[in-house]
């Protein structure tokens, strides 16, 4: 067998994909998280054609910059840029939580059962509505070292998937807002101009 025990422990490590990053908030993230009317909100993202060390640095690079926000999800879209990549991490104030990256996801199918639950946006801050959304979905995606994955959820976690998918379609959660009025106010108090959203009827 060729090389050394301790040569082959090396070159295991160095290929080591982990994606854990400190989830403390940094004084100046890495990416910088777009705001409502920025274009590249309502650009959809392409997919991702090889998983390599740049996608990984990229995952870690948005993970700080979700973490840094306070966050449980981000897009790639919503740092600008245009690949069919999100993070998500429930229980981001937990350090021992292991956060999700999904690449090149593809909702397969979605309950028949909804519900309504307030949402909320890093790129729209300040401002919150209620969305009917499925209640579970399935999805099929790859993961941070490219390997084809299937996932069933549920609860909180099937509805960020579905809010940071719509993000890698050019969709945002404001477009389907129930309460339009009430949208627009919040808009209108933080400064945001609703000519920037597409109300879903």
Same mark, same amino acid.
């Given at each position: 067998?060729?090389?050394? +025990?301790?040569?082959?422990?090396? *070159?295991?490590?160095?290929?080591?994909?982990?994606?854990?990053?400190? *989830?403390?908030? =940094?004084?100046?993230?890495? &990416? !910088?998280?777009?705001?409502?009317?920025?274009?590249? =909100?309502?650009? #959809?993202? !392409?997919?991702?054609?090889?998983?390599?060390?740049? @996608?990984?640095?990229?995952?870690?690079?948005?993970?700080?910059?979700?973490? /840094?926000?306070?966050?449980?999800?981000?897009?790639?879209?919503?740092?600008?840029?245009?690949?069919? @990549? &999100?993070?998500?991490?429930?229980?981001?104030? %937990? #350090?021992? /939580?292991?956060?999700?990256? +999904?690449? $090149?996801?593809?909702? @397969?199918?979605?309950?028949?059962?909804?519900?309504?639950?307030?949402?909320?946006?890093?790129?729209?801050?300040?401002?919150?509505?209620?969305?009917?959304?499925?209640? /579970?979905? *399935?999805?099929? +995606?790859? %993961?941070? @070292?490219?390997?084809?994955? !299937?996932? $069933?959820?549920?609860?909180?976690?099937?509805?960020?998937?579905?809010?940071?998918?719509?993000?890698? $379609?050019?969709? &945002?959660?404001?477009?389907?807002?129930? $309460?339009?009025? %009430? =949208?627009? *106010?919040?808009?209108?108090?933080?400064? +945001? %101009?609703?000519?920037?959203?597409?109300?879903?009827?």
């Amino acid at each position: 067998m060729a090389g050394s +025990f301790a040569q082959l422990a090396k *070159k295991a490590e160095n290929k080591k994909t982990s994606i854990a990053v400190s *989830k403390e908030p =940094l004084e100046k993230a890495p &990416l !910088k998280i777009l705001m409502l009317g920025h274009k590249a =909100l309502r650009t #959809p993202a !392409k997919r991702i054609s090889k998983v390599d060390d740049s @996608i990984r640095e990229l995952a870690r690079n948005m993970l700080k910059s979700m973490y /840094s926000a306070k966050g449980i999800g981000l897009a790639a879209p919503q740092v600008g840029i245009q690949k069919r @990549i &999100l993070v998500i991490d429930l229980n981001f104030e %937990d #350090p021992k /939580s292991t956060p999700y990256v +999904f690449i $090149n996801p593809e909702i @397969i199918s979605t309950s028949a059962t909804v519900d309504t639950y307030e949402e909320g946006c890093l790129s729209i801050p300040g401002v919150y509505g209620d969305v009917i959304r499925p209640t /579970s979905v *399935k999805i099929s +995606f790859r %993961d941070e @070292i490219g390997r084809p994955k !299937k996932m $069933n959820a549920d609860g909180l976690m099937a509805r960020c998937i579905q809010h940071e998918i719509d993000h890698l $379609n050019g969709v &945002l959660f404001v477009d389907k807002v129930n $309460n339009q009025e %009430d =949208l627009i *106010k919040q808009l209108s108090d933080q400064g +945001f %101009d609703k000519k920037y959203i597409n109300l879903i009827t």
